[in-house]
């Protein structure tokens, strides 16, 4: 089936780093999404792309789609302790959801 | 607005019982999902629902699996008998059909099953 290889699979950074992760697909999806799950939290969509090339800011996010349609990147810039937890990648095609394995992001004191 | 609303939030059980997990979707949203999380497995997709109709329930790992939804208001997850290995965090999702169309599935807190 379907896959998305998320990576990497934990972070450990220090307070006011940049983060940068990615995901990428043999498969060609007409959407790529970025989630967020807090602990003890359901994930919450944080940035949704749809075009090839679209490159799209939310506040410290910047998420881009890659110009195949099988890749994406998401960068957090100046990490703050709040931005802890799981990023999750996911394509979309119709009405499914691809999800990537997450990537876990822990903030070091 | 209330958003997804799940429970329980944890529930213990021993091999062999039966479970029942709820989930009430955002009003308005005519699409619900199940997945469950894991270590190994990540996100699974286990079942959705369009205006209450089962649409694919290709991800329900066995008959030991079920998952109803009587009205657009409430759905539930149902598993008899358990096994250890069930154990996971189980999410339900909503979604209108507009939102679904960007990809923005709204998710509850989970119910954390552990089978003993």
């Known amino acids: 089936g379907q896959q998305l290889n998320q990576s990497p699979q934990s972070m450990f950074i220090q307070e006011g780093e940049d983060v940068s992760m990615n995901c990428t697909s043999s498969?060609?999806?007409?959407?790529w999404l970025w989630y967020k799950q807090d602990p003890g939290e359901g994930p919450v969509l944080l940035i949704a792309?749809?075009?090839a090339g679209e490159l799209t800011s939310n506040g410290r996010l910047t998420a881009q789609f890659g110009i195949t349609r099988k890749d994406s990147f998401l960068n957090i810039s100046a990490s703050i302790p709040s931005d802890v937890g799981i990023y999750f990648c996911?394509?979309?095609?119709?009405?499914?959801?691809?999800w990537g394995a997450g990537t876990k992001l822990i903030i070091k004191p | 607005d209330a958003g997804v609303i799940q429970s329980p939030r944890h529930e213990v059980t021993e091999m062999g019982q039966e479970v029942t997990l709820r989930c009430k979707p955002i009003?308005?949203?005519?699409?619900l999902f199940w997945y469950r999380q894991t270590m190994m497995r990540g996100l699974e997709l286990l079942i959705y629902f369009n205006n209450n109709v089962p649409i694919d329930d290709s991800g329900m790992p066995e008959d030991r699996f079920s998952a109803k939804m009587p009205n657009a208001s409430f759905s539930t997850l149902k598993i008899q008998p358990s096994e250890p290995r069930d154990s996971a965090v189980y999410f339900c999702a909503s979604s209108a059909g507009q939102d679904l169309n960007t990809g923005e599935l709204f998710f509850g807190e989970g119910s954390r099953l552990t089978v003993l």
């Open positions: 792309l749809y075009k």
């Open positions: 498969s060609i999806f007409n959407t």
């Open positions: 996911a394509g979309q095609l119709d009405y499914q959801l691809i």
């Open positions: 009003s308005g949203h005519d699409y």
